[in-house]
């Protein structure tokens, strides 16, 4: 590879000729169509006398594992060289056994870094003041972040070049690498996290005789052709990052809580364990006629699973918040990130038009038969409450789609009731209240205070415990 003597100030070189007695030159070569920069001094003769790192050059005495960590930063930043042989002060002092130590830098791109780099470094030998230097050159990746394997796609293991040394990337630099390489689709991109188990995906896709090998795995979206995890992977991982946080609240609004959980892990446990909590509260009203009995629910269990797996198959991953349930006394509310897909209408899906935001997941959950047909969740949601008095209803916003599932057998508290809020509030601060604190918050007498007791534990707002001076109450599950 030629180099060529960029042209630079008179004044310059005259400076440099007067105090030191050496010349100090720029040599330029192209790597991957960009021009690396080598400082080199020279004497009056023009022999190389030592040589100097920079942003695009880097300078090794002998051989070591670090190395690896150079080529990563070249290859995720401009490119560079890298000379072994050569001090860090800029002295050449060339290398032994050349061809071995060419060997080892080879089996070492191709063992320890990923993706495969190997197709954008060049090893030669090279020959200064008499004595063999090792030049490795480095074109910028077209597949970064490139990372070392035994670290992988986190700090620790990408590296970028950060004037003449090479810093750990950022989390937010990693994303960005990987986003403009693997462009705008989440699940595609490949995940940051890449020690990922599959337990509960394994134990799911067993249960519905269906394959998951290594090779469905990369037919899924799981892992990439280069069997690097994608987000795919991530999503349906026992390591899965996102959550769903479920709350109960007394009445109709937040004041109160009851109840809170956080479901987290793969997102068929979070399923699971949602659905599950959502039926333990789902409480069931007996009506007969003549001597039939029927059994109604306050929340149809078909709505209130197409609504979770829509929560979850459809929302925004690339956002980091939870996908939110609140159960009030009267409703659930369904709450997931994203919004519908830009260009999507309320109105367009509510009539059955469907565009999955996440390709991949819907169509594991199609495989897995946890959905019909795409378009078919809000159509039976509706179906659901077909000729009841009450009707669920739909609200997209940028940023968030929720769904409310009207409570069948909920009446809204009346002025009566409301009464009793004040005393409810006292649970958002302590878990068992007394008379004299409901004395005290309403304002009132020792007989009124029992009364107001008596009236909430008969509408079972509340469960009296103990007797006696060591009466307390607490809110009622």
Not at 162 to 191: L, Q, V, W, Y
Not at 296 to 309: G, T
Request: proline content about 2%; hydrophobic content about 40%; charged content about 25%.
């Amino acid at each position: 590879m030629a180099f060529k003597k960029v042209d630079i100030s008179k004044e310059a070189v005259l400076f440099r000729f007067n105090r030191y007695q050496k010349w100090l030159f720029l040599y330029s070569t192209t790597i991957s169509d960009r021009v690396v920069l080598e400082v080199v001094e020279t004497d009056r003769r023009g022999g190389i006398m030592r040589m100097y790192e920079t942003e695009t050059v880097e300078l090794k005495e002998i051989y070591t594992p670090d190395l690896k960590k150079e080529v990563v930063a070249f290859a995720n930043t401009n490119g560079g060289a890298i000379y072994i042989g050569v001090k860090d002060d800029g002295e050449i002092i060339g290398i032994d056994n050349s061809d071995f130590v060419m060997q080892q830098i080879s089996s070492a791109l191709v063992d320890s870094i990923r993706p495969d780099v190997s197709m954008f470094t060049s090893i030669e030998l090279v020959r200064k003041l008499d004595k063999n230097i090792i030049k490795l050159t480095v074109q910028q990746g077209t597949k970064k972040p490139y990372y070392l394997q035994d670290k992988g796609l986190k700090p620790s293991g990408v590296y970028v070049r950060n004037g003449t040394t090479s810093a750990p990337a950022s989390e937010d630099a990693i994303r960005m690498m990987i986003k403009m390489t693997d462009g705008d689709s989440f699940e595609n991109n490949r995940s940051i996290v890449q020690e990922l188990t599959f337990s509960s995906l394994s134990k799911e896709m067993k249960i519905r005789q269906l394959e998951f090998s290594q090779i469905q795995m990369k037919n899924l979206g799981i892992l990439s052709q280069d069997e690097i995890y994608t987000n795919m992977g991530l999503l349906v991982s026992d390591q899965c990052k996102h959550s769903i946080k479920f709350a109960v609240f007394q009445g109709l609004d937040k004041l109160v809580f009851r109840d809170r959980k956080e479901f987290t892990g793969s997102i068929f446990d979070q399923l699971s364990d949602a659905f599950k909590t959502i039926d333990f509260y789902n409480s069931t009203m007996a009506t007969f006629h003549n001597l039939l009995r029927t059994d109604e629910r306050d929340y149809p269990e078909d709505a209130v699973r197409e609504a979770l797996l829509n929560a979850v198959v459809h929302r925004e991953y690339a956002f980091s918040g939870s996908t939110i349930i609140n159960l009030y006394s009267n409703r659930i509310e369904i709450i997931s990130l994203g919004g519908l897909v830009s260009g999507m209408s309320l109105e367009a899906a509510i009539l059955g038009a469907s565009q999955p935001r996440n390709e991949k997941l819907a169509n594991l959950f199609y495989r897995m038969k946890l959905i019909e047909a795409y378009g078919t969740g809000i159509s039976k949601i509706i179906s659901s409450y077909k000729g009841l008095p009450v009707q669920p209803t739909f609200e997209n916003v940028e940023g968030a789609f929720r769904v409310i599932l009207p409570n069948i057998h909920a009446q809204s508290l009346n002025s009566v009731e409301e009464k009793y809020l004040p005393v409810l509030r006292l649970f958002e601060k302590q878990k068992e209240i007394t008379r004299t604190d409901v004395e005290k918050v309403l304002g009132v007498g020792t007989t009124q205070a029992v009364n107001t007791l008596k009236e909430m534990i008969s509408k079972e707002l509340i469960s009296k415990v103990g007797s006696g001076r060591l009466t307390r109450y607490i809110v009622r599950l």
